[in-house]
């Protein structure tokens, strides 16, 4: 499987980008697909993921009510919609999968558990 992010740029506090993450290749092992973002100067964190199947999403804390994660299964593509933007959410952003494993909820934020990468799209926030 290979995972390609896109969507990211600069834009001002307050407004809106759409990451998308199109996967290709045996995408039926997959199951779940996070969303991960690397600041300059800190270490990758947990965004958002949402399970293959449209089950369920999860959120970090800190994106709750701005950020929403969903899927296009017929296109193979995650998306990350971010509103609100905030100068704190510039980072280089990730989409991550599993393959051939399910990720248990109280394990989906882990990093260490997705072994599949996207290149990363970086986001600018300016304030």
């Known amino acids: 499987v290979q995972l390609q992010a896109s969507g990211g740029g600069l834009v001002q506090a307050g407004g809106s980008l759409r990451l998308s993450c199109a996967a290709s290749g045996r995408t039926s092992s997959m199951y779940v697909m996070g969303w991960f973002r690397q600041a300059p100067g800190k270490e990758r964190e947990f965004v958002a993921a949402?399970?293959?199947?449209?089950?369920?999403?999860h959120y970090a804390d800190s994106v709750k009510g701005r950020f929403t994660v969903s899927r296009d299964s017929a296109k193979n593509t995650v998306y990350l919609q971010m509103n609100n933007l905030k100068p704190e959410d510039t980072a280089v952003y990730y989409c991550a999968t599993r393959l051939g494993v399910r990720i248990i909820s109280s394990a989906i934020a882990n990093q260490r558990q997705y072994d599949t990468w996207g290149q990363g799209t970086l986001v600018t926030v300016s304030s």
């Open positions: 949402i399970r293959w199947s449209g089950a369920s999403t």
